[in-house]
């Protein structure tokens, strides 16, 4: 009789096991399944806005923007990156550098401080007026841009340079977030890409 209701009590137990590890292994399914979709949904998502001053909306979702939205963004890093004067050349440099990604970061910096370190030892003011129809967005991340610079030394006598540049600016959207890798002048020989 022991022997039944111990034989009882231990199948039990082992359907109790089998059943436990069924359900174990549906919840894990369930959760990879519900993981997929919400990374399916996060990428799917975007955000549309009306900025002030915009004729037309502003996309951008995980992964891209519209067209709209990039073009507004080089106009905010030219206008961090190339109009300066030695009173506000840090505090614009440094806003530039938060729109870096972290792993393009370190360089920038660099590069900017030599540009800060310049600035400061000559006292030159730059401005850059973007010329709107030579800018180019290409599908490989990249957007060019060209304009007029004109140097200006202040205090000394010296006439201001003016000098027509093309940039390109190296971009990533990562969740939603416009990010930096590059932003350089071409040379000479590169200048066909824009024109």
């Given at each position: 009789?022991?022997a039944?209701?111990?034989t009882s009590?231990?199948s039990n137990?082992?359907?109790?096991?089998?059943?436990l590890?069924?359900?174990?292994?549906?919840?894990?399914?369930?959760?990879f399944?519900?993981?997929?979709?919400l990374?399916?949904?996060?990428?799917?998502?975007?955000?549309?806005?009306?900025p002030?001053?915009?004729?037309s909306?502003i996309?951008?979702?995980?992964?891209?923007a519209?067209?709209?939205?990039?073009?507004?963004?080089v106009?905010a890093?030219q206008?961090?990156?190339?109009?300066y004067?030695p009173?506000n050349?840090?505090y614009?440099?440094?806003q530039l550098l938060?729109?870096?990604?972290d792993r393009?970061f370190?360089e920038?910096q660099?590069?900017l401080?030599?540009?800060?370190?310049?600035?400061?030892?000559?006292s030159n003011?730059s401005?850059?007026q973007?010329?709107?129809?030579?800018?180019?967005?290409?599908?490989?991340?990249?957007?060019?841009f060209?304009?007029n610079?004109?140097?200006?030394?202040?205090g000394?006598?010296?006439?201001?340079?003016?000098?027509?540049e093309?940039?390109v600016?190296?971009?990533?959207?990562?969740?939603?977030?416009f990010k930096i890798?590059?932003?350089?002048?071409?040379?000479?020989d590169?200048?066909?890409?824009?024109?």
């Amino acid at each position: 009789m022991k022997a039944t209701i111990y034989t009882s009590k231990m199948s039990n137990l082992f359907f109790e096991n089998k059943a436990l590890k069924l359900v174990l292994i549906a919840l894990i399914i369930i959760t990879f399944l519900n993981y997929v979709k919400l990374e399916s949904a996060l990428n799917n998502q975007s955000t549309v806005l009306v900025p002030v001053g915009f004729d037309s909306k502003i996309e951008i979702s995980s992964n891209q923007a519209s067209e709209e939205y990039l073009l507004s963004m080089v106009e905010a890093v030219q206008s961090l990156a190339l109009n300066y004067s030695p009173g506000n050349a840090k505090y614009k440099f440094e806003q530039l550098l938060k729109m870096y990604d972290d792993r393009y970061f370190g360089e920038a910096q660099f590069q900017l401080n030599k540009v800060l370190e310049t600035v400061k030892n000559t006292s030159n003011s730059s401005v850059f007026q973007i010329k709107p129809d030579k800018t180019k967005i290409s599908t490989n991340n990249k957007l060019y841009f060209a304009g007029n610079r004109e140097i200006r030394y202040i205090g000394k006598n010296k006439d201001p340079e003016q000098i027509e540049e093309i940039y390109v600016l190296e971009y990533i959207i990562k969740h939603s977030t416009f990010k930096i890798k590059q932003f350089y002048k071409i040379s000479e020989d590169e200048k066909h890409k824009i024109k």
